[in-house]
Nanobody, 115 residues
């Protein structure tokens, strides 16, 4: 079955950096677009970044220039490199994929940006 396992969250000071990882299994990773979402307390889940099977990327306006999504097809892993972190980036970050009409989510990893 499809599994997405995130890691790399934690507590970081404003201006700091983190790298999130999502390792996937149960499907053909190389042909799928992958997404990172986040959900802050009291807010709706929002799309942060996407990467296509060929490496094309898209970002939410709020993270452009600070976050970079990448993938390593040999490791079935997608990354989210986060720089210049702000308190507003505090959220649970989720890896996501849609296969046919089904949505699959990881368990989420907490990112807290605070001094």
């Amino acid at each position: 079955q499809v599994q997405l396992v995130e890691s790399g969250g934690g507590l970081v000071q404003p201006g700091g950096s983190l790298r999130l990882s999502c390792t996937a299994s149960g499907f053909i990773f190389t042909i799928q677009a992958m997404n990172w979402y986040r959900q802050a307390p009291g807010k709706q889940r929002e799309l942060v970044a996407s990467i296509t099977s060929s490496g094309g990327t898209n970002y939410a306006d709020s993270v452009k220039g600070r976050f970079t999504i990448s993938r390593d097809n040999a490791k079935n892993t997608v990354y989210l490199h986060m720089n210049s972190l702000k308190p507003d980036d505090t959220a649970v970050y989720y890896c996501h994929i849609m296969i046919a009409i089904m949505n699959y989510w990881g368990q989420g990893t907490q990112v807290t940006v605070s001094s």
